[in-house]
């Protein structure tokens, strides 16, 4: 069941999380078996943030839960995203695919100008 849960779409994905027929937990939990099982020979994935993953699938969950009815509304808690490593992201492994930045882990988000 894990290869149909990571291939959901994401409107799919948000109809049954609003639905109560799939919880955050249970999508994240599948998509972390797809990376621990695909990762090894693509190598497309460099950080797992495996404990903020699971923290924010449980924040998602309660989220869910505190609703009577949640159709309708434009939330998307309990989608998993996977960011592209270049930029910054405080507190995290930021390596912008190179060796040079492996152990790079800045201390705070950059100030974007302009923005």
Same mark, same amino acid.
């Not at 020979?41 to 950080?47: D, Y």
């Not at 839960?65 to 930029?87: C, H, Q, T």
């Given at each position: 069941?894990?290869?149909?849960?990571?291939?959901?779409?994401?409107?799919?994905?948000?109809?049954?999380?609003?639905?109560?027929?799939?919880?955050?937990t249970a999508l994240i939990e599948a998509c972390l078996e797809q990376i621990k099982h695909l990762?090894?020979?693509?190598?497309? +994935?460099? /950080?797992?943030?495996?404990? *903020?993953?699971?923290?924010?699938?449980?924040? %998602? #969950?309660?989220?869910?839960?505190?609703? !009577?009815?949640?159709?309708?509304?434009?939330?998307?808690?309990?989608?998993?995203?996977?960011?592209?490593?270049? +930029?910054? /992201?405080?507190?995290?492994? *930021?390596?912008?695919?190179?060796?040079?930045? %492996? #152990?790079?882990?800045?201390?705070?988000? !950059?100030?974007?100008?302009?923005?």
């Amino acid at each position: 069941m894990a290869v149909e849960l990571a291939s959901l779409t994401v409107s799919r994905a948000l109809r049954l999380l609003y639905a109560r027929e799939l919880t955050a937990t249970a999508l994240i939990e599948a998509c972390l078996e797809q990376i621990k099982h695909l990762n090894p020979s693509l190598n497309a +994935i460099l /950080t797992v943030m495996l404990e *903020t993953a699971k923290q924010a699938s449980l924040q %998602a #969950d309660a989220f869910y839960g505190s609703y !009577p009815s949640l159709m309708g509304e434009p939330a998307l808690a309990g989608i998993p995203i996977a960011l592209k490593d270049l +930029i910054e /992201t405080a507190g995290t492994r *930021t390596t912008a695919g190179s060796k040079f930045f %492996a #152990d790079y882990v800045p201390k705070k988000m !950059p100030q974007l100008s302009g923005v």
